[in-house]
């Protein structure tokens, strides 16, 4: 069994930065992919960015040119640096570790954290 830990949350000021970490300890698959999610109060919950095994990401239009998800040295973190940012990007974020052995997909979520963005 394999566990997700997220970090880098809190609050930060409008047109501040924030850099959130998915770090992966004990999964047993080889590495598909990995998505960060959020979620914010009445709103559905969407996919701000998502990266695959051969580096490809894809961005809500909304973050684009702000956001940026990328994969550590060690390949067992994920990264989601947070630019420009606004009061609409409050929300909960998670992560989604997607891995695969044979034909079997392990999928893994962090427990959700908390970026706030306010004056």
């Known amino acids: 069994q394999g566990q997700l830990v997220e970090s880098g949350g809190g609050l930060v000021q409008p047109g501040g930065s924030m850099r959130l970490s998915c770090a992966a300890f004990g999964t047993i698959g080889s590495f598909y992919a990995t998505a960060w999610y959020r979620q914010a109060p009445g709103k559905q919950r969407e996919t701000v960015a998502y990266?695959?095994?051969?580096?490809?990401?894809n961005y809500l239009d909304s973050v684009k040119g702000r956001f940026t998800i990328s994969r550590g040295n060690g390949r067992d973190t994920v990264a989601l640096q947070m630019n420009n940012l606004s009061p609409e990007d409050t929300a909960v974020y998670y992560c989604?570790?997607?891995?695969?052995?044979?034909?079997?997909?392990?999928?893994?979520w962090g427990q959700g954290i908390q970026v706030t963005v306010s004056s």
């Open positions: 990266i695959q095994s051969d580096g490809t990401t």
């Open positions: 989604n570790w997607i891995e695969y052995v044979a034909n079997n997909r392990y999928d893994y």
